[in-house]
């Protein structure tokens, strides 16, 4: 077993718990009839397949080519029969997070950013997914943070991001654009998005005006109307819904009670 295979294992038996405890939320407008298929699902694995993490983990420089290679060599036919093989309804994976690393092309993301080469890949890894999961009836989501990559201050900067309870109307309207490619060339083939750090929701999301809930939301239903939204707060002590314009709740939680009955 390589290092990489071993990296990537450790991540799957993580993630395997940590979507089993997503659920739909009450809340949403048409929620419960966009998200009755997760509930005839069950469970679903989610892993990270993050740049940074992987160059941590297997002490490598991660670079451009580096993830270009690790990318184009992404096994995504046996990947998909380890999902079918432990019975998961639905699978979920990172577009990207912090490093500024994202495994598929995003042309809006590039003009924004200005960053040559390109450290979104030249695979479409997301469709190649797809295509291997479908046959097998698997679902498909994916996972996004809701500000810019930290780990990258080209980025962050470009974007005009600022960490905190700010408005953030210049980024968001950005990262909007950005989402709303990546949901039209995916299309029907992405079934759900979870956004990842909506800390400052009241600051950044509850405007009357776009940007706002409604708008984030519409973005990711661009190439889908039917696909789901779930917007995660972070870990908190309840599983709660933010917003009507999500479907499900993210549900993070790092500790659990155990009741005796």
Same mark, same amino acid.
């Given at each position: 077993?390589?290092?990489? &295979?071993?990296?990537?294992?450790?991540?799957?038996?993580?993630?395997?718990?940590?979507?089993?405890?997503?659920?739909?939320?009450?809340?949403?407008?048409?929620?419960?009839? +966009?998200?009755?298929?997760?509930?005839?699902?069950?469970?679903?694995?989610?892993?990270?397949?993050?740049?940074?993490?992987?160059?941590?983990?297997?002490?490598? +420089?991660? &670079?451009?080519?580096?993830?270009?290679?690790?990318?184009?060599?992404?096994?995504?036919?046996?990947?998909?029969?380890?999902?079918?093989?432990?019975?998961?309804?639905?699978?979920?994976? #990172?577009?990207?997070?912090?490093?500024?690393?994202?495994?598929?092309?995003?042309?809006?993301?590039?003009?924004?950013?200005?960053?040559?080469?390109?450290?979104?890949?030249?695979?479409?890894?997301?469709?190649?997914?797809?295509?291997?999961?479908?046959?097998?009836?698997?679902?498909?989501?994916?996972?996004?943070?809701?500000?810019?990559?930290?780990?990258?201050?080209?980025?962050?900067?470009?974007?005009?991001?600022?960490?905190?309870?700010? +408005?953030?109307?210049?980024?968001?309207?950005?990262?909007?654009?950005?989402?709303?490619?990546?949901?039209?060339?995916?299309?029907?083939?992405?079934?759900?998005?979870?956004?990842?750090?909506?800390?400052?929701?009241?600051?950044?999301?509850? &405007?009357?005006?776009?940007?706002?809930?409604?708008?984030?939301?519409?973005?990711?239903?661009?190439?889908?109307?039917?696909?789901?939204?779930?917007?995660?707060?972070?870990?908190?002590?309840?599983?709660? &819904?933010?917003?009507?314009?999500?479907?499900? #709740?993210?549900?993070?939680?790092?500790?659990?009670?155990?009741?005796?009955?």
């Amino acid at each position: 077993m390589t290092r990489l &295979s071993r990296f990537f294992r450790r991540q799957f038996l993580f993630s395997v718990v940590f979507v089993a405890f997503c659920v739909t939320s009450r809340f949403a407008a048409n929620a419960q009839d +966009r998200a009755a298929w997760m509930k005839e699902a069950r469970w679903g694995v989610m892993n990270h397949y993050l740049a940074d993490w992987i160059a941590r983990r297997e002490r490598i +420089r991660m &670079s451009v080519e580096e993830w270009n290679n690790l990318i184009d060599h992404f096994d995504v036919e046996g990947l998909a029969k380890q999902i079918e093989a432990v019975g998961a309804g639905y699978y979920l994976i #990172t577009i990207g997070q912090n490093s500024g690393y994202y495994l598929a092309p995003n042309a809006t993301y590039d003009r924004y950013v200005g960053i040559r080469p390109s450290k979104c890949s030249r695979r479409d890894l997301v469709a190649d997914l797809y295509e291997a999961l479908h046959k097998r009836g698997i679902k498909l989501m994916v996972y996004l943070p809701s500000g810019a990559p930290g780990g990258d201050r080209v980025a962050v900067r470009a974007l005009e991001w600022q960490r905190g309870a700010h +408005r953030n109307r210049e980024f968001q309207l950005k990262w909007e654009e950005v989402i709303r490619e990546w949901s039209v060339r995916w299309g029907k083939k992405v079934v759900a998005w979870w956004f990842d750090g909506c800390y400052w929701p009241n600051s950044m999301y509850r &405007s009357s005006e776009p940007p706002n809930f409604a708008s984030f939301a519409a973005a990711a239903r661009a190439g889908n109307p039917d696909s789901l939204v779930a917007f995660n707060p972070g870990v908190v002590p309840r599983i709660l &819904s933010l917003t009507p314009h999500e479907d499900y #709740t993210a549900g993070e939680k790092s500790k659990f009670r155990h009741r005796h009955r």
